[in-house]
């Protein structure tokens, strides 16, 4: 069982795709993708609900 979110998902053209263990892991990995990968995309409750609502879990 893990957690697993992928940019493309969200309509970014991104290869980016991340699968781990725990959903603080993925937020991490997520935060640490978007500040290198993203800078472009807002830093907002309203962007992290949605990003949020794209994790798969598994
Ligand atoms: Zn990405």
Known sequence: MGYSFACADAGAPCPGSFATETKDE?????????????????????????VGALIKQF
């Open 26 to 50: 993925l937020l991490q990995h997520l935060q640490m993708h978007t500040a290198t990968a993203h800078p472009d995309l807002p830093n907002t409750p309203e962007a992290a609900a949605q």
